[in-house]
DNA sequence: CTGAAAGCGCTTACAG
DNA sequence: CTGAAAGCGCTTACAG
């Protein structure tokens, strides 16, 4: 039922591995036959076996990428970066989750050992960076995609996180704000430090409360410091969804924004065009950090070695009215 | 360098055969025997290869699922329902999106013939169904995750369209509001005429705007209505992204929400908490109508016949300030 | 309960 | 320029 090379041969009355040699555009092949076995292709509408193809050349044109979750959409606009340059290249793109602890991670190294595809692409989740670096070192090719920072072990795409939240400080700065307060996200971030770092060396003065990414880390931190009487100008969030948790506790509390305090996110989330007033961000190039994560896999697995130190996508401050 | 069955054979003193049985556990097998194989599949660390199993057997164990765009946190919600589901299991899912025209249609019907895939998941992309259709008569399982409206040559999990409009209009009355202002989606959609339906059915008395789901048209729609003096006491967006764009020209315009003009959107999107006011929308179970869908496909393809019938799973409407 | 052999659909030395 | 044959790593009748 299936349409064969062995199917292309017999009708072209040539071998299969003649037909192979067309399929594979190899140049030892005379013109006419070539011409007479692509007209037998085209005919019986001949598409060779991905599966057949993957076990004689011991490769399966596949790339994995291994996500923490789909819902932030930092992430899907990563993986959108990612498809895009997977497909352009033919090759296949296998998405894993690793949202059930302990048996999903097995299950997933599994699929590795199974030799499911080539290559990985990976947005760390939590506590599996020990189980990937083993399998980069079983010979997996590996490029991390890294919003948490660092990790020398193996190729890696990573933005500025320290310039970017420097520029943050800058921006509030000029514009006169002296005395913010920021709203971290999870400590044990390295990101989370490099913004803390990046900022602190323009504004060394400010008050910190630590956050955990959530819009409700954001409200809450307000809400606190506003009930202690601290005084701020301004709210540096480490995160979008933490820095409209700030817009809405000072609304509720009567601050007008920017008049009154100005605020700063981070991400450029598509949500940041819409919270009132909206935000001015630091972006990071998500969609990118995708694309060119994807393209040092795919060159690597083409022989091309991947460089040594963590490739650097700038971060961009986007100025919308919450701090103009 | 690789193990594989003829290593674990050699190294267990049985045949190929035996250790594929234990494996596949087929009950043919001696007890100790069994055992014995499994203890050296555990010291070599053996994992079969998928590609060969594949091959053999004829099935990939994979899916595939297409999508028009991976940046619309709707479809990112649905692809989390299927990835949950697929990997639960033991399949893995290749993701293909269609954004680039012909070329990547072609593409994927590439990945179709060679059998990369044992079924397919899909969310329409625009002009793509008659491909789509052209799979399934070849014979591949193919399920439709389908927010446009129905189309009963396959089977399609889908949302009450018509009913969640409804809901909107009895909320509306139900709170007094008699002169609503429908911005629609693109008219061609099936869903947008269910939606419109829906809404008549309850409220017939109302303008429409025609929209195309996005931020900036439920802006224009509101501006465009106001500036003619049209006298309207609500508004019903047919997609969150544009209720927003509604809230917006609203606030711009100096009307409060929902105090002169309540608001209510579709979709259920995480922005649409985090609008200011928060938004009253009607919930669309994104992630359940990816599960289900998968649920279906996997079902398939172990031998349960789909469903003749769409799958219809209810939306729900959400309650929040913009529309109490 | 167990194994030898054929087969899944390709690619790739090797020989001509 | 071309083909016969072995091999990729499994599964599955078939025979015992």
């Known amino acids: 039922m299936r349409v064969t090379i ?4 017999r009708e072209a009355g040539v071998s299969k591995t003649t037909v192979s ?4 555009t190899r140049s030892e092949v005379d013109g006419a036959t070539a011409a007479r076995v692509r007209d037998v292709i085209g005919r019986l509408g001949y598409v060779p076996s ?4 993957g076990l004689a050349r011991g490769s399966s044109r596949t790339v994995g990428m291994l996500v923490p979750s789909l819902t932030w959409s930092w992430i899907a606009e990563v993986l959108q970066g990612v498809v895009d340059t997977v497909e352009a290249a033919g090759y296949g793109l296998l998405l894993y989750t690793c949202n ?10 599994e699929q590795v050992s199974a030799r499911a595809f080539d290559g990985l692409l990976v947005v760390e989740p939590e506590n599996t960076l020990d189980t990937i670096a083993a399998m980069h070192r079983g010979g997996l090719p590996v490029v991390l995609i890294d919003d948490r920072g660092r990790h020398p072990a193996f190729p890696s795409v990573v933005t500025t996180n320290h310039a970017g939240a420097a520029s943050a400080a800058r921006h509030l700065q000029e514009s006169g704000r002296t005395r913010p307060l920021v709203v971290t996200g999870p400590e044990h971030f390295p990101c989370v430090r490099d913004r803390l770092r990046g900022f602190a060396e323009v504004l060394p003065e400010h008050h910190v409360e630590p956050g955990d990414f959530s819009e409700r880390s954001g409200r809450v931190a307000v809400e606190r410091h506003l009930a202690a009487g601290t005084r701020f100008d301004s709210v540096f969030a480490h995160n979008d969804l933490s820095a409209a948790g700030a817009l809405r506790a000072l609304r509720a509390a009567g601050r007008s924004v920017p008049e009154d305090i100005a605020v700063i996110g981070f991400d450029d989330l598509p949500m940041a065009r819409h919270t009132e007033p909206p935000l001015t961000t630091v972006r990071q190039p ?3 950090l995708g694309e060119t994560a994807a393209r040092l896999l795919l060159g690597h697995l083409g022989g091309t ?12 401050l986007v100025v919308r009215r919450s701090a103009p």
Do not use: Y
């Open 6 to 9: 062995g199917d292309v041969a």
């Open 21 to 24: 040699r067309v399929i594979n």
């Open 50 to 53: 991905s599966g057949a193809v």
């Open 100 to 109: 059930r602890g302990t048996e999903s991670v097995e299950r997933f190294a």
């Open 286 to 288: 998500a969609r990118l």
């Open 305 to 316: 070695p991947a460089p040594d130190e963590p490739v650097v996508l700038p971060t961009e």
